[in-house]
């Protein structure tokens, strides 16, 4: 049985940064080039893509808004993923999701494209 487990939301204050955390069972993220991917849902939004790493490549990809801000990353010994997020604002505040692909699929951007999903951590920027 697979599960995601995030961790390291919190609130902060605008320019302040944190650092994500998504620790996966039951699945070990090196062993396939499946996608790991962080994404998010605003208050009253639609859930929205934020960044993807692939394992066995180490390409990553980033959605607009968190390019130059943001960065995923993973460690392999841990078995866990990670997103750096500086220089937050106020807009960034939403649930954080890390979600993992059952196989490959190039298509990082779309939700369904992911099989399994962490329960979320709250993220909360203050101006």
């Known amino acids: 049985q697979v599960q995601l487990v995030e961790s390291g939301g919190g609130s902060v204050r605008s320019g302040g940064s944190l650092r994500l955390s998504c620790v996966g069972s039951?699945?070990?993220?090196?062993?396939?080039?499946?996608?790991l991917g962080w994404f998010r849902q605003r208050p009253g939004k639609e859930r929205e893509p934020v960044a993807a790493?692939?394992?066995?490549?180490?390409?990553?990809y980033y959605a607009v808004s968190a390019r130059a801000r943001f960065t995923i990353s993973l460690d392999n010994a841990k078995n866990t993923v990670y997103l750096q997020m500086n220089s937050l604002k106020p807009e960034d505040t939403a649930m954080y999701f890390c979600?993992?692909?059952?196989?490959?699929?190039?298509?990082?951007?779309?939700?369904?494209?992911?099989?399994?999903w962490g329960q979320g951590t709250q993220v909360t920027v203050s101006s």
């Open positions: 790493i692939y394992p066995l490549t180490g390409s990553t």
């Open positions: 979600a993992a692909q059952n196989e490959y699929s190039p298509d990082w951007f779309t939700s369904r494209q992911y099989t399994y």
């Open positions: 039951g699945v070990t993220y090196s062993d396939s080039n499946a996608a």
